[in-house]
């Protein structure tokens, strides 16, 4: 017991000489940045939730593109994060060329329905005594460029099939995943007044026997 107390006491000793909101895993740096930074050689993928981004890593082994990497992991996140991305959304992009050292754009934001035009849409906010266009309901829905735009960037820079860019969102719908805590109170405080809004059918496909995920 006597020969581990030095030990004991330099690692008292270090632990002590760091900042009180710094973790053991990054000591050099920032206070505010508590964990080391992420190093690779061959290529990275970041995203919000741990299992999209093994998803766009995995995609990567087996020789897909970046582009099919980033497919992949958005359309993960469609399923594990609802609240903040999904097909049913736009999409925005800037894809480097090494080959060609050339940078590429593309604008996958969608228009507004065909059959609301301007004059309809100022008709609808009179009779809601608004000039402005609420954040819920019919009138702020756009038509999604999320899935096309990913169809045009796979034609330009997909090394596999999309279906194989897809399969790990398809896989995880059927079988599940698990819900972070994170999402789980994002979907309490948005998902049950958005489906309490839209009525029970809605409300019966978007939530599981009428309540969020939890914990």
């Known amino acids: 017991m006597r020969r581990i107390q030095p030990l004991m006491l330099a690692l008292v000793t270090v632990g002590s000489a760091l900042p009180l909101d710094a973790q053991i895993d990054r000591i050099t740096g920032k206070n505010f940045a508590t964990r080391s ?23 990567l082994k087996r020789g897909g593109s970046a582009v099919d990497a980033a497919i992949a992991a958005n359309a993960t996140l469609g399923l594990m994060e609802p ?40 008709s609808e906010l009179a ?36 279906s194989d860019d897809l399969a790990p969102a398809v ?25 309490g809004s839209c009525g029970k059918p809605i409300s019966r496909s978007i939530l599981r026997h009428g309540s969020s995920p939890s914990r």
């Open 127 to 162: 009779k809601l005594h608004s000039e402005t266009i609420p954040p819920r309901g019919m009138l702020p829905i756009s038509v999604p460029g999320c899935v096309d735009a990913w169809a045009e960037l796979h034609k330009k820079f997909g090394k596999l099939k999309l």
């Open 83 to 122: 609240v903040s991305n999904g097909i049913g959304g736009d999409l925005f992009a800037i894809v480097y060329s090494a080959k060609e050292n050339k940078l590429y754009g593309i604008n996958g934001s969608g228009r507004s329905p065909l059959g609301l035009s301007y004059d309809a849409m100022k």
């Open 171 to 195: 896989r995880y719908a059927e079988e599940g995943f698990p819900v972070t805590d994170l999402i789980a109170t994002r979907s309490t405080r948005l998902c049950v007044p958005m489906a």
């Open 37 to 59: 930074e992420v190093l690779a050689t061959h290529g990275m993928v970041c995203t919000s939730v741990p299992a999209a981004t093994e998803v766009g890593v995995e995609i």
